[in-house]
Structures are given as C-alpha cells and as structure tokens.
C-alpha cells in the first residue's frame, strides 16, 4: 500500500480527552486532519478542541460526547458521523475501560461493560463507518488493543478477554479490507502514563484492602510518555504497519509469551509482584 496520507481527511478519534487519545488528537492536527473527536468526559473534550484551535486555527473539530459502554450512544456517534462525512480517511477506536479483579470478584454487569467499551464499541463504530472508509482512497484503521492483548494476567479477565477479541477482530480486517486499499493497524501499548489505573473500575468483590496496593503497583508500571506513543501510532499507519508495540513492557512480555506459551504468565506475575487474591466474596465476609 501507498503510505497514508493525513493532510485533508477527516480523522474519527475515540477516546480523545486524555491519555494516547488526547496525543493524537495534537497529533493528527499537526499532520494536517480534521477531527472528530469522541469522549464520555466533556469537560476535558473540550479543553483538547479548544487547543487544536489556538495552535491549529484552520483544522475543523467535532465533538461528539458519547457512552460507549451504551449501544444506542455508540449507534448515535455512527449516525452523525456518516450523516456529516460520508468519507473519513482514519478511524482511531482507542477508548477503553479496565476492570481489577479475579472472575468471581466481578459481576456480569461489570465485565459486559469493559466488553461494551473495549470491543462493542470499536466493532460497531468499525462496521458502521466502513463505508465512508470504502470511499476514501487509502483509508486506514486503528484499533488500540493492550499489553493483556498479548498476555493475560490473573485479575484482568475482562479487561484481556476485550482485547484479545479486539486483536484478531483486526487480524481479520487486515485481511479482508486489503483489497479495498483500506490499512489495519493493531496497537499494543505497554505501561503508558495514562489515567487508566486511576480511573480503572474494581470489582465489586475486591476485598477492599487489595484495591489500594494493586493499583499503586500497576501504576508504577506506567510510565512511558503518550506523546510518544501516539507519535508511534501516527508514523505506524503512515507506513502501514499491521503491528505496533509500544514499550518494551510491551515487548518483552510478547517474546516470553511467543517463547513460553504456558510459563510465561508465572514468570510475569513474579516480575510485577501483583497481588491477587484467592479469597471469595463469601470468605472476606466472613
């Protein structure tokens, strides 16, 4: 494929208010792409639009607030969309949710909302605005998976499950859309400073003396800057790259995995230290 070009097209952004989401979207206006940008949080969308304008005065900017753990939410994002740009050159599906927690400390509930945000979203968003990226020459998609993409650590079943699936969604895709000139690029980011430890979701039963210790030790596991990151992505799908890793937190656990296809995860837990406990709801209330 052609490498891709951003100046002139229009960019569908997901989770564009903070993290890698935020990065990019500076990032795709300083290479030339007007935006639609996607978030839950409007205070802070807004704050990210408001930038792009003073620095980049000639870029256009949509804000589209959404839920996308709602199914009509994600179907009303799709609708504007296509309703606006009958073409888009980039979607970007890089919100996402996590969730702490062994299997039986979360709910339903709980773990169909990551499902909702991290692969419902994107493969609803993907499907309805694939026509618009069929009508662009040289149109391309991100999808932003994660480390636990790669690996699956105990206490992320949901958060692994949502990213594993959001991973061969776009092995598929690559695929199939090469012969529609449309790029698929698969992201999986390692420990990037981001806000997604501290806003991560805890299973409701969590013991309560678990939450503080785990999230302090996952948070120092993210420490790689998202400018840099989304300064990745963006040189990834200008040269069509199918695969990105972004750290080697990211790296080296993909060799063990490769290598060590079962004794990989001990190693790993060993590594992080990370603390997950083996009591059920039932015996903490005891």
Do not use: C, W
């Amino acid at each position: 494929m052609t490498p891709y070009e951003f100046g002139g097209r229009t960019a569908v952004l997901t989770g564009a208010a903070s993290g890698i989401g935020e990065q990019l979207a500076y990032g795709l206006a300083a290479r030339g792409s007007d935006l639609v940008l996607v978030d839950v949080d409007p205070t802070r969308l807004k704050e990210v639009a408001a930038r792009i304008d003073r620095v980049h005065p000639g870029r256009s900017v949509q804000m589209l607030v959404a839920d996308l753990s709602d199914r009509s939410a994600v179907e009303g994002v799709a609708t504007q969309v296509l309703a606006e740009h009958p073409s888009i050159g980039l979607l970007v599906n890089n919100a996402g949710m996590a969730l702490g927690g062994r299997f039986d400390q979360v709910t339903v509930d709980e773990f169909e909302k990551v499902m909702n945000v991290n692969f419902r979203a994107p493969f609803l968003l993907t499907h309805a605005l694939l026509p618009a990226l069929k009508a662009t020459p040289g149109a391309h998609l991100v999808n932003v998976s994660s480390l636990f993409g790669l690996i699956a650590p105990a206490g992320q079943s949901a958060y692994s499950a949502s990213k594993f699936a959001l991973r061969g969604l776009s092995q598929v895709l690559q695929s199939e859309l090469a012969d529609d000139g449309i790029g698929v690029t698969t992201v999986h980011p390692g420990g990037i400073r981001t806000r997604i430890a501290e806003n991560a979701v805890v299973g409701s039963g969590v013991p309560a003396d678990e939450v503080e210790p785990n999230r302090k030790i996952f948070d120092k596991l993210l420490t790689y800057p998202p400018e840099k990151a989304a300064r990745q992505i963006l040189d990834a799908v200008a040269k069509r790259k199918a695969r990105l890793l972004i750290a080697s937190s990211a790296k080296m656990p993909d060799l063990l995995a490769r290598l060590l296809p079962v004794g990989h995860a001990r190693i790993i837990r060993a590594a992080t230290s990370a603390r997950v406990s083996r009591r059920t709801p039932q015996e903490v209330a005891r």
